[in-house]
């Protein structure tokens, strides 16, 4: 549905993009990874047909974005990151607006969905910024497009739209909607995305599911111990993988390399000082572990 | 045709909704005539002659150029032009849907003032109705095209202002409202050529009004149309979806290329 080869965009001789390949399946959620400057949004442009790269090739549902934009325009749903919106425009016609050039009947029921059928004729600088970000949201979707570019999506908003969001998401996703997704919030990635790309600094560092990349990473799961006679906490007591150990809220933390033979020990020890377990938490490494990880070292895979 | 229809309708509404544009569209023009019709009427009695066309110019001046550029730099700084780009709306429905719409509020004005200063000031009104249509068609037209080349050239707000005022602030006193054309010094009546309101006070006041112009009407009423056709041609051309492209198709100095019109009517009807 999508496929990005030895792309690269430059702005004078700042290069912004360096040669980067990936595909994306239809009705796949690919996120879209990594810190400010990295190029995800040049990345996104050159996808939309809003900027013309410097060198490689992009395909979008099988169309070349520079030469065929009229044709792409109807194939694909932006919701920008700003909001892009006259100031003036109620939802109402903003809906009929867009849908009739996209020749599609306007479709009041998304604003329905997203909350916003009683403001249908307000201006949009009187909506809040999450009634803002769920007009255009309701705009990109509108025309049943078949890959759907979403620019933090979820920004400044609150829990319950954030959900309803997500489930709008992931119909779209079920109906073949192929969704590329640049967001900053590591554990919407995590939990939406099929798969993950990973830039820093112009380059695509990593590729993968999320659990392929927290795989890849130093490994340390988090082991939370809380104890009834806290037998655990005298400091000289160790326990095999384990990294790093501190002590927080009652709450003994290791770092391991290995859970098994981590919590196994545990276990062991607490019973021999006829001490009583409380409560046990393991957490794998999240993505955002993994990401502060990689953008921080830098590491260029 | 529903897609024209739908953003024809919303930019219409824009222009009575937006504070600003109500003010530039109606207000302003509106407060203006009123003031010069009680005023300047009773101070200059010969004003009332001149006071149907003069302020149609000047509702005409107020509308397009302190109107136009501005919402258009605007929505280009604030990302709308990527967003109409991104959904398929022609950069010449950006560019010529504000403009329609703005020609309709000035319609709207113009019969305003056509219909109430015979009543209010005892102002004549034209003899020749359908020149006088044409003629405002002519400069609505010439002053839409170059406010909305204004508003592609411009880089920001603040030069839009400047931009528009060069060519609002001479027009005022050179235009042939306030001070007849006949009266100006032969040099400050050749830069008056260049401006549009000189030409359509001509062209009034020689086709519509039974007065005599002070140079072919025709010519007049041909300038403006020409500069009006170039400027949206040329508007078109360097029109920019965003600030931040760094391909343009042309320099933005091209769009003096606007006046070339006018250049050529002071050689030819001198």
Not at chain 1, 28 to 44: C, D, H, M, V, Y
Not at chain 1, 106 to 133: C, H, M
Not at chain 2, 86 to 102: C, E, K, M
């Amino acid at each position: 549905m999508l496929e990005v080869k030895d792309f690269r965009k430059t702005y004078g001789s700042y290069v912004a993009v360096d040669g980067i390949s990936f595909d994306v399946k239809q009705g796949e959620i690919f996120g879209l990874l990594g810190p400010n400057g990295a190029g995800k949004t040049s990345t996104l442009e050159c996808l939309e047909g809003l900027r013309i790269p410097n060198g490689g090739s992009l395909r979008v549902a099988g169309i070349d974005p520079v030469s065929e934009s009229r044709k792409l325009r109807d194939l694909i749903g932006v919701q920008l990151q700003s909001a892009g919106l006259p100031e003036s425009i109620t939802p109402d016609e903003a809906m009929k607006f867009f849908c009739a050039y996209h020749n599609v009947a306007p479709r009041i029921d998304l604003l329905e969905r997203l909350g916003l059928l009683e403001k249908k004729n307000t201006q949009f600088y009187e909506l809040s910024a999450g009634q803002q970000r769920r007009l255009v949201l309701a705009l990109a979707v509108a025309h049943n497009p078949q890959v759907l570019f979403l620019d933090e999506p979820t920004a400044g908003l609150d829990v319950a739209t954030r959900v309803e969001l997500h489930s709008m998401m992931r119909e779209q996703q079920t109906a073949g909607t192929t969704i590329i997704l640049a967001t900053h919030d590591m554990a919407e990635a995590e939990q939406m995305s099929d798969r993950v790309a990973i830039l820093l600094k112009s380059k695509l560092v990593n590729i993968g599911t999320p659990m392929e990349i927290t795989a890849t990473g130093a490994g340390l799961t988090k082991i939370s111990v809380r104890t009834q006679t806290s037998s655990l906490s005298a400091a000289e007591i160790t326990f095999p993988a384990v990294n790093q150990y501190k002590l927080k809220d009652e709450y003994n933390i290791y770092f391991s390399t290995d859970i098994g033979e981590t919590v196994s020990a545990i276990i062991t020890h607490i019973d021999a000082k006829g001490d009583t377990l409380i409560d046990l938490r393991v957490e794998r490494p999240s993505l955002e572990d993994r990401f502060l990880e990689i953008t921080s070292s830098g590491i260029a895979q | 045709m529903n897609a024209f229809i739908h953003h024809f309708t919303f930019e219409f509404r824009t222009g009575i909704r937006n504070k600003q544009l109500l003010l530039m569209n109606y207000l302003f023009p509106m407060g203006f005539y009123l003031m010069m019709g009680f005023i300047m009427a009773e101070i200059n009695p010969p004003f009332r002659e001149v006071i149907i066309p003069a302020m149609v110019v000047f509702t005409i001046l107020a509308a397009t150029l302190l109107g136009i550029p501005d919402p258009l730099v605007n929505a280009r700084e604030n990302g709308v032009f990527r967003s109409y780009k991104i959904n398929g709306i022609p950069s010449i429905s950006i560019l010529v849907i504000p403009a329609l719409t703005t020609i309709l509020h000035l319609v709207i004005m113009t019969v305003i003032i056509t219909v109430t200063a015979p009543l209010l000031f005892h102002a004549p009104s034209p003899v020749n109705w359908l020149n006088y249509g044409l003629i405002f068609v002519s400069m609505a037209i010439a002053c839409a095209g170059l406010s909305v080349l204004i508003g592609v050239v411009s880089p920001s707000s603040r030069m839009t202002v400047l931009w528009s005022q060069l060519i609002f602030v001479p027009s005022m006193l050179l235009g042939g409202m306030m001070v007849p054309y006949s009266m100006l010094p032969d040099v400050a009546g050749k830069f008056a050529q260049l401006l549009p309101a000189t030409q359509a006070m001509n062209a009034f006041n020689g086709l519509a009004m039974g007065k005599d112009a002070a140079f072919s009407p025709w010519g007049s009423v041909s300038m403006l149309l020409a500069s009006g056709i170039l400027a949206f041609g040329l508007a078109v051309y360097l029109f920019s979806w965003d600030s931040r492209n760094t391909i343009r198709r042309g320099h933005p100095l091209l769009a003096l290329l606007v006046l070339l019109p006018y250049i050529i009517g002071i050689f030819l009807l001198a």
